[in-house]
């Protein structure tokens, strides 16, 4: 094997990811993700710390986007509302969205805490009178 030559699997690096070829990247999600705000807080849900994962793939309509999402409060009262949001952020726009479909998966471990508040969210919720 030459040095230019990439050795993958078990005995060198990680298999490659799989082929993401038409589908939005993460990266964009996540930025799509940011025009949803929490409705008490009026921050996103990002920024927030709510999101804690997306995985995208690909069915025979188009892209799928599954979020791994949880709230401040188990108890909170406005989980369709973030649905709402969220499902518009990714499915609508000049281009017909970034997704065909949004599921939600909500989690509870970990638990929300202060501590997954961004930098970012920390400066908007101080511009707002909250102590972080």
Same mark, same amino acid.
């Given at each position: 094997m030459s040095e230019d030559t990439v050795q993958r699997g078990a005995?060198?690096?990680?298999?490659?990811?799989?082929k993401t070829e038409g589908l939005p990247s993460v990266d964009d999600l996540e930025?799509?993700?940011r $025009?949803?705000?929490?409705?008490?807080?009026?921050?996103?849900?990002? $920024?927030?710390?709510?999101?804690y994962g997306i995985d995208v793939?690909? $069915?025979d309509a188009g892209p799928?986007?599954?979020?791994?999402?949880?709230?401040?409060?188990?108890?909170?009262?406005?989980?369709d509302v973030i649905e709402d949001q969220a499902r518009a952020a990714l499915t609508q726009g000049a281009d017909g969205g970034l997704a065909n479909d949004v599921r939600?998966?909500?989690?509870?471990?970990?638990p929300w805490g202060p501590d997954k508040i961004t930098d970012?969210?920390?400066e908007q919720l101080r511009a707002l009178g909250f102590t972080v």
């Open positions: 005995a060198g690096m990680p298999e490659a990811p799989a930025e799509a993700m $025009d949803v705000v929490d409705p008490e807080l009026g921050i996103n849900v990002v $920024d927030l710390g709510l999101l793939h690909s $069915d799928v986007v599954t979020l791994d999402m949880t709230l401040t409060s188990a108890a909170c009262p406005l989980t939600i998966n909500w989690v509870w471990m970990p970012d969210g920390r």
